[in-house]
């Protein structure tokens, strides 16, 4: 399915297979408007990279509780990657249904994935009770979060990080910061966890 339709997938639904709900590959999500993806039996399998927003009131994209991304080899999550655009990404998960953003491969490496990456147009950015692994790529500067050139867009409570390749959270000096002392836990990094560029 294609980024900006994953939204009409609602209800609950009974899906057996084995993979997962396939986002195509390297596909703008650019329709603006307020989206829910929700939470199904079958995860999500991010195939490439996904830019999200739009010009204007951009793109609001929200996650439901319980829901499972997962993400081929060298995917991510692009927030407002064009300079026009603006995008909000609110995954909000529990404590019993945390949101869950980790490698698709069945055998899975610290570097499978890119990451969540925020740009100058993100803004009200949420991860609350979320789990982030196997991300960060193979470019030692980034992390399983970055921030470029984006100011202060995420609010990170509730979160754990595990497995990473290289940093936690990456962000750029004088330009991008994120509170993260409101329980945020970090396991097995190649880098720290919160580096400055």
């Not at 994953?6 to 639904?13: F, L």
């Not at 329980?183 to 400055?196: A, C, H, K, Q, R």
Request: hydrophobic share 35%.
């Amino acid at each position: 399915i294609l980024p900006n339709f994953v939204h009409t997938i609602i209800g609950t639904n009974s899906i057996t297979t084995d993979m997962g709900i396939l986002v195509s590959n390297d596909e703008e999500f650019d329709k603006q408007g307020e989206y829910l993806w929700t939470n199904q039996s079958a995860p999500y399998i991010i195939e490439g990279t996904t830019r999200i927003g739009a010009p204007g009131a951009g793109v609001e994209l929200t996650i439901e509780a319980g829901t499972t991304i997962k993400f081929y080899t060298d995917a991510q999550f692009d927030m407002a990657y064009w300079s026009d655009h603006t995008a909000s990404l609110i995954a909000n998960g529990t404590i019993d249904k945390p949101i869950v953003f980790t490698s698709a491969n069945p055998v899975p490496n610290n570097d499978d994935w890119d990451g969540l990456n925020y740009s100058n147009g993100s803004h009200n950015c949420v991860l609350n009770n979320c789990i982030i692994s196997y991300a960060g790529g193979r470019d030692t500067p980034w992390g399983a979060i970055t921030l470029s050139n984006a100011g202060s867009p995420l609010n990170l409570s509730n979160t754990h990080f595990s497995h990473i390749a290289s940093h936690g959270i990456s962000v750029d000096e004088d330009e991008s910061s994120v509170d993260y002392s409101n329980n945020i836990t970090f396991e097995d990094l190649s880098g720290v966890e919160y580096y400055i560029r």
